[in-house]
Every structure is written in structure tokens, then in C-alpha cells.
């Protein structure tokens, strides 16, 4: 006997097609936040005009660049919003979503390129109504040289080939947000400057309740390349935060951490067989102490 098509699948399989059809009636504005990106804003407005999905709005939010970013963007069809000077990626962000015609706002860096189906992959995700965010996979296009190398194993921008319904937080690299939900939990902390924003926005929308989504399947490629020097600045900089190295206690911690962080990284690349990282792994920690102490004495000074 032939059965009929019923059950719960087919049931959740007619849902989310008419869910699909609503969201692709919503708008959806698409924000590069740029500054001083005159290498890389071509290629990436080249990958954002060829995505299979609708964009309805391209935003560049400049944030007081001093080179050709304006002037290179200002070729193609998008909306650019200056800022007369440098505020940082946080505030970026914020403008972008203040002046957003979306009911979705989508976030590409500069320093990435797109798939044709990277929003196409996302935007399904964003069916239900608790979910505030999806974040797509980041891949590093070049890696050839040590510290690009070194980058693509030690500060991976993705969290793997399997979808996760509640990763620990979102990229800012590559993402789409229900602009509703950025304006409940108030926006980025501009305090963040330029790093740790992402990280702290998502642990905001989880307190509210909203769900975030990690999928792989939506791909873009990083097109920065690095040297020992400015590797080791990128990943200070991410880290800063942590623990910060306000007075003498914290640097201690801090470098303890970071020693075992290097052992450990060691032992792998050995394993692995990637020898030309091998004296990033050395060099971090005296680096990272370096700096530590440079900041803590720095903000002693003024202080007094």
C-alpha cells in the first residue's frame, strides 16, 4: 500500500519552503565596514554584485580612510557613509545598522571574497523567530609563507565543516543579524574598538534568548597576507582583552598561559610536520610579554 505523504518531516519540509518564501520577501542591506582598503575593496564588491541572493542595499561605511577606498567604491552601485575620522570597527558597524533599509544586515569585511552562494547559504537559517544570527566559514585564501601559515591553524576565523546551532560566538568577518535584534540589545560596544565586538555582541543576544547559527556551507575567503611582525600585533590585539595586562599579576598570568599555549602548539606543528612555523611558536610569548608590559606601563603613566 502506497503511503500518503505525512509526518513530521514532511510537515517541518512544508514549513520551512513557505518560511524561505517569507524571508525572501524581507529586505536585505549588505555592509562592508572599510578603512584605508584601497588593495582589497574592488575584489570584494566584484564577489558581493555575483551573489545568487538578493541584496537589496550595498553599504560602505568608511571609516575615515586617508587612501583611494572612497574613490575605488564610488565606481560601483552602493551607498558609502564616511566617517570624518576613524572610530573603529565597533562604531563602524553601528552606523551601518542605524542606516540600514534591511530587515537583515549582512557583514562582509573588506579583506574577504565572497561565494556566489555564501548569503544564499545563510539566509534559510535565519527561519526561526529566535534566531538573531548566522555566521558563515571563513577560509584563508593565501599560505603559503610562515605567518600566513601560522595564522590559518592558530587564529582560524570558522568553526569547522558541521552546522552548530549555538557556537560560542560569530565572526564579524562574515555574518547576517535581524537588525531587530541588534537594536534590542543595543548595539555594539563601541568600547570594543576594533576587536572583541563580535564576541561580545554574541554573548549579549544569547542573554536576551536569541539563538545564533554557525554554516559552513557559506563560504569566504580571507585575502590578507601577514609577516611575523604584523601576525603577532593581529593576535595581541585579539587577546588583549583577556585578562588584561593592567597591572603586574595579569601580565604574570597571561604569560603563563601563553607559554603552555606555545608548548602545546609546538608539539602539534612538530607533529604536523609544518616546520616553517615552528619560530613563530618561540617567538610569541616574548613577543606577547613585550607588549603586555608596554600597555601596562603605559597606562600607569597615565594615570598619574
Known amino acids: 500500500m502506497k503511503k500518503n505523504i505525512t509526518g513530521t518531516k514532511s510537515w517541518r519540509n512544508i514549513i520551512s519552503r513557505y518560511s524561505n518564501k517569507l524571508i525572501r520577501l524581507m529586505k536585505v542591506t549588505l555592509y562592508i565596514p572599510c578603512y584605508n582598503a584601497q588593495n582589497f575593496i574592488e575584489e570584494c564588491l566584484e564577489g558581493v554584485l555575483k551573489q545568487t541572493y538578493k541584496v537589496d542595499e550595498i553599504l560602505i561605511i568608511d571609516d575615515g580612510s586617508r587612501d583611494e577606498t572612497v574613490a575605488i567604491a564610488s565606481r560601483y552601485p552602493v551607498k558609502i557613509i564616511r566617517h570624518e575620522k576613524n572610530k573603529g570597527l565597533a ?11 534591511g530587515d537583515f544586515v549582512a557583514s562582509l569585511d573588506v579583506d574577504c571574497i565572497p561565494d556566489p552562494d555564501w548569503l544564499e547559504k545563510m539566509m534559510p537559517e535565519c527561519n526561526g523567530e529566535k534566531v538573531a544570527g548566522v555566521g558563515g566559514k571563513l577560509l584563508e585564501k593565501f599560505s603559503e609563507r610562515s605567518a600566513d601559515k601560522w595564522r590559518s591553524i592558530n587564529m582560524p576565523q570558522h568553526w569547522g565543516e558541521k552546522e552548530l546551532d549555538e557556537p560560542e560566538f560569530l565572526f564579524g568577518s562574515n555574518n547576517v543579524f535581524k537588525k531587530s535584534a541588534i537594536a534590542e540589545v543595543g548595539y555594539y560596544n563601541e568600547k570594543c574598538g576594533n576587536n572583541g565586538e563580535d564576541y561580545e555582541m554574541s554573548q549579549r543576544l544569547k542573554e536576551k534568548g536569541y539563538l545564533i547559527v554557525y554554516q559552513p556551507k557559506a563560504v569566504a575567503y580571507h585575502l590578507r597576507k601577514d609577516n611575523m611582525l604584523s601576525v603577532y600585533r593581529t593576535h595581541w590585539n585579539w587577546y588583549r582583552e583577556w585578562h588584561r595586562p593592567y597591572n603586574l599579576s595579569n601580565i604574570i598570568f597571561r604569560t603563563k598561559h601563553n607559554m603552555r599555549e606555545s608548548k602545546r602548539r609546538l608539539l602539534e606543528d612538530l607533529k604536523m610536520r609544518y616546520y ?9 610569548t616574548p613577543y606577547e610579554l613585550f607588549r603586555d608590559i608596554g600597555y601596562w606601563v603605559r597606562r600607569r603613566r597615565n594615570s598619574n
Not at 91 to 97: E, G, V
Not at 276 to 284: A, C, F, H, R, S
Open 276 to 284: 616553517k612555523v615552528i619560530q613563530i611558536d618561540l617567538l610569541l
Open 91 to 101: 562604531a563602524a558597524r553601528n552606523t551601518a545598522f542605524k542606516n540600514a533599509c
